[in-house]
């Protein structure tokens, strides 16, 4: 029997599995390629020599699994985290330390979860929070939040924020029940779903879950938007969807990512790998060389270099691409407890 265990234990570590806990996040350092943040489905862990150690940052956070995080742009040293039921933390020395930031927010969204933090481009102490209470805006760096859902009726989760980096007044919500638009920083929403959500699902509260909205630096008005029914995309601000992607396979998106220095170069992730497009969604190719489990929760491009992507993966641990994911390179191995 102790045989056959250690022949079990050494195929499974060949097959690549149980390297690392799942990977549900990915934060990259906006000017330090070395200092990458990841969020497991326990803990938060950092390294600062690219990959070769982690350590645990959880340590005076509660128990509550992290769902989202933050670095501010200005001030990399500060870290914002979002969790799934303790609201947020914040902190101000690379995440050693942490301080609840919760005044303003719902009871309810407390006990919730918190998706996504947008900063604003001109103001990083001007955040909008995405929570499946709704959204909240802070103007004094997480100080005090307030409720910015007037016009959002219909559905209370929202699960992923887009701003438009060119006009930081429109944002853009993905909610259980499709997309809201707001032209003056959330102080107003409107249902945006037309081509989006099926006519007969229009009453349902769970009719289409969007998962990601990113907007397209090079052409604003074009936005995609992925689900967990297929990637959509307008390109006259939501005014039309259309479905983009429909050779894929597995329609579950899970995360996307628009390669910054490649107008219409898209990265989506699922349940089998990552799929990159070319052509703004028209055309996609699997790119899942060198990954152990095509199943990957998270992705990221490097913010220092467009040719280094990163990809979670829910069962082997982290990967790091260096020719913009043809090829993928495991990582060392991420978990332990604080």
């Not at 070769?52 to 128990?63: I, K, P």
Request: hydrophobic share 40%; glycine share 10%; with cysteine.
């Amino acid at each position: 029997m102790k045989i056959l265990l250690c022949l079990l234990i050494f195929t499974l570590s060949l097959a690549g599995c149980n390297r690392s806990d799942p990977i549900v996040l990915i934060q990259l350092h906006p000017q330090n390629p070395d200092i990458i943040y990841v969020a497991t489905n326990d803990y938060i862990y950092k390294t600062r020599d690219g990959g070769q150690n982690w350590a645990n940052l959880s340590q005076g956070m509660s128990h509550s699994r992290v769902i989202a995080m933050a670095i501010d742009p200005m001030y990399p040293a500060t870290v914002y985290a979002g969790t799934k039921g303790d609201a947020v933390y914040k902190s101000h020395d690379g995440g050693q330390r942490w301080t609840s930031m919760r005044s303003g927010l719902d009871d309810a969204t407390i006990t919730s979860v918190v998706n996504q933090f947008v900063f604003d481009p001109d103001d990083a102490q001007h955040i909008f929070l995405a929570t499946t209470m709704g959204v909240f805006e802070t103007k004094n760096g997480g100080e005090q939040w307030t409720k910015k859902m007037e016009g959002m009726k219909e559905v209370l989760m929202v699960v992923t924020l887009a701003m438009d980096p060119t006009r930081p007044s429109i944002l853009y919500a993905g909610t259980s029940g499709g997309v809201y638009k707001s032209i003056d920083q959330a102080g107003h929403w409107e249902k945006v779903n037309n081509g989006l959500v099926p006519p007969g699902m229009l009453k349902t509260s769970r009719a289409l879950n969007v998962t990601s909205i990113l907007v397209d630096p090079y052409a604003p008005d074009t936005v995609y938007a992925a689900t967990l029914s297929g990637l959509y995309k307008t390109t006259d601000a939501a005014k039309a969807w259309t479905q983009v992607g429909e050779s894929l396979a597995d329609q579950m998106i899970i995360s996307m990512v628009l390669d910054r220095t490649r107008q219409g170069a898209i990265y989506i992730t699922g349940r089998d790998g990552v799929h990159r497009s070319e052509d703004g969604g028209k055309t996609w190719k699997l790119m899942n060389g060198g990954l152990a489990t095509t199943n990957v929760r998270a992705i990221a491009q490097s913010a220092t270099d467009p040719k280094v992507f990163y990809a979670g993966t829910n069962g082997s641990g982290l990967y790091r691409s260096k020719n913009a994911g043809e090829t993928w390179e495991p990582m060392p191995a991420i978990g332990g407890k604080a």
